[in-house]
């Protein structure tokens, strides 16, 4: 069928955002709409002794001018972590306390202090800048180094020397003595740079409070709308579950960084109860930069152990995470469960050992970022992999080969069961597509024209399809991680599937009808995609970690098979023949080589006048149903850079870029490919462009774009795609994800590939010119391409 | 944004008599770096003077060697102009390449020059081109026009009207993008006129752009990259920061200097 598994469908949801015509939150005009401006700490860590609101509350078109005593006077409760995180002693993490609106406090710069609300976006902002708040400023720890110094300023109280947990997974013995025994050990320091998430759209909220009903109405910018609510409701006291309403409708972009519900949705709600308006805030470009959390930032000190034949041995791994000045809602989790949890790559590694010491810092909060923990751990594994074949002088491709994992299931030593998977036959497709024999001669053509060309690999593995209930809460998760999903089959057969998945991006409106197209045997027009709005579905946990493929579109299975069997029911009874006989094909539900048959729409009508049903059955034709995963899946892949390098100035371009997936089936290769690209292009850009500095004072240095470098379309190579995928065997369709692999693969394939072209491995990302040229100078290779 | 009052002048002269009337005025030629500013709310002027539309602040003219450039004119005229191709490609192509389409075609020399934005691309081509910046009242070198970052020698509501130079024998541009902002790095404009040759440095210098005496004095021996063989100016005099420091930035203004010589030869 060309509209079903396996089609490469044109995105349905193409067509408005194409057309100017999608409807994002900011495009959503309330009557009696106030706005909000909020005033934010120039001051990376200080004492607040006092805010003078007066000359704000006078200004024109001022409503209101709120603060955080206010705001806790009115029981809003303080942001939350959901993930509990123990350290090695068994003493629990030390989580800080985080009020939307700081008030004894503020600790890095753009905490909010104060939320001015007016008639307009200006009067807001002009009273914002009115509000005079006296600081006491306070040494400042910007950094992992400057937390964990001696004496380091004390960024919460309750977390002494800024730890927030020192956690281990893995057998440190066994691993100790593995390297001790080791014939060779590689050992590598290794930063993993901090990111600004930078989706298309900023963070937005309106929120309305409706005094007749006593209820509220939250459109936001969030890439799981249920899981705002729930969190507004049970932790922050905004409002009941059932007076909250919280829509999410077209959102554009968000890597992880609009999962989390922020300090400015929850004073919106607030603002709105306080002044009886609807509260408007849209972030601008320099608030989204101080404010949405941040990505990676990592330090991390690496020894992985071979023996004489190549075999690893060993692998310990010692992790300090930064966390920022507070505990985002899934952190804790990120360099932990996300994290270590894949540092076996995709090799068969029999002991491995990780310890995270996870810290404060005068910074913004830091969280899960496209891929989340694990672009960290194949960027580790990586690394090691090819400096070890380097310095063992064997061939990267080899070295991975004798330790590739061959037979599964597999069983990690660190929690992980791989359940499928050719790691050779994607490393092999990928060599062959990047014509990897054929470098040394790519290269000396380069070097003719004064280019230093390199070429590197990286077989990342990632665990998607977050995740069995069961499993993450008995490791410290506050949450079930299912999916649900609801197929509505309406009187004149068309369709409405209601999911709990979340698209911001990801072509949900066209992949998930796809699947009920082929299910049913009816057009894919005549399915609808609802989503994003918490009146409409019952819950959802929404989309982030490469789930709602693998868990979201496995919900919609199963509550398809529960409307499939009720349709083969009525078709049966209608059609006088057995329900196992019945095919479901072109809008026909049929008994192959007979005349008996009904269209597909005459099933709808059946069920809803209710006429002639079977004996006992209920009218209607719905059915819902929730799908835990039974394991996280694992998609994996090979990615090989080719890179070329300026020795005049540094500056790196990745003339060819080869990825080999194994994304188990796919549903719409067109918009995986999609996927794939996107991916490559964030991580080539945490590789060669991308990074968040903070000074020692805790300023952000590159808080905009003059200074923070995103991928343009020409800092990209026209990739080269390959699939070569074996199904997943832990969910109905064997669908593995792909949402995060290009951004998890691409950052050690690019580095991997610049160290070999100037022969020196001392190079940290983002790899810029300067630095790549300081490399060369340090390892003498400029000469050698003149 | 805060609000402000938009007056438009149709001629050099109104415009000075429009801002005389105003509180804290400032002109607005293509407003490619004061609007964002403003947008930004770093910027708060009473009123803007829109000089865009001045007929006798805009257009370009070549009489044998000798060009004159209004100082309204935007970038992509610059870029396009036949007539200063004929005698310059050098700051058409210079030109083609500031900013993006959008900022080429609202951005204009005279507010670049005003600006002395230490990265923009103009100030290193007005020095090398040894123009003359013209205002209502007088008339200044380049030499003398830039003094240091975002300072030139204008006083406060003095606008240029127009640039002139005569166009160099050979002349060309080099320029390293800064990898976030797209501004000059590094940019070096390097002119072989009658008095000699000049190279002019932007993006490099930790007081703005600066004339590169050691290179033209090799060049003037013998204009080739090889002539640059051994010479750099000092780091310490550079600018440093996150994309680079000052030693790196030395080395550019070498590597981007050699290929504005090898391209102008």
Redesign the interface.
Known sequence: MSEGIGAPVKRKEDKRFITGKGKYTDDIRMENQAYAAFARSPHAHAEINGIETSAAEAMSGVIAVLDGAQLTGDGIGNLICGWAISSKDGSPMNMGAWSALATEKVRYVGDAVAVVIAESKEEAQAAAEAIEVSYNELPVAANIAAALADGAPQVHENAPGNVIYDWELGDGDATAAALAGAAHVTEMDITNNRLAPNAMEPRSAVATYDDAEDHYTLYSTSQNPHVARLVLSAFYQVAPEHKLRVIAPDVGGGFGSKIYIYPEEIVCLWASMKTRRSVKWTAERTEAFLTDAHGRDHVTKARMGFDSDGRIVGFKVSTKANFGAYMSLFSSAVPTYLYATLLSGTYDIPAIHCEVLACYTNTVPVDAYRGAGRPEASFVVERLMETAAREMGKDPAELRRVNFVKEFPYQTQVIMNYDSGDFEGNMNQAMEAADWAGFTARKAEAANRGKLRGIGMACYIEACGIAPSAAVGSLGAGVGLWESAEVRVNPVGTIEVLTGSHSHGQGHETTFAQVVAERFGVPLDSIQIVHGDTDKVQFGMGTYGSRSGPVGISAIVKACDKVEVKVRKIAAHLLECNPDDLVLEDSQVKVPGTNKALGWHEVGLAAYTAHNLPADMEPGLKEGAFYDPENFTFPMGCFVAEVEIDPGTGKTDVVKFVASDDFGVIINPMIVEGQVHGGIAQGVGQALLEEMVYDESGQPVSGSYMDYTMPRAEDVPSFVVEHHNTRCATNPLGIKGCGEAGAIGSPPAVINAITDAIGNNDVSMPATPAKVWAAIQASGTSMAAE | ???LNYHKASNASEAARLLSGTEDGKFLAGGQTLIPAMK??LAAPSDLVDVSGAADLRGITVSGRDVTIGAATTHAEVAASGELRNVCPSICEMAANIGDPAVRHRGTIGGSIANNDPAADYPAAMLALGATIKTASREMAADDFFVGLFETALEDDELITSIGFTAPEAGAYAK?PN???R?AMCGVFVARGDGGVRVGVTGAGADGAFRAGEFEAALGGEFSAEALNGISVNAEEMLSD????G??RA??VS?MAR?AVAAAS
Do not use: E, K, Q
């Open positions: 944004m805060h609000s930004t709310r390293f990898p976030a902002s501004y996150i994309h680079g420091d030693v790196y080395n550019l590597v290929r």
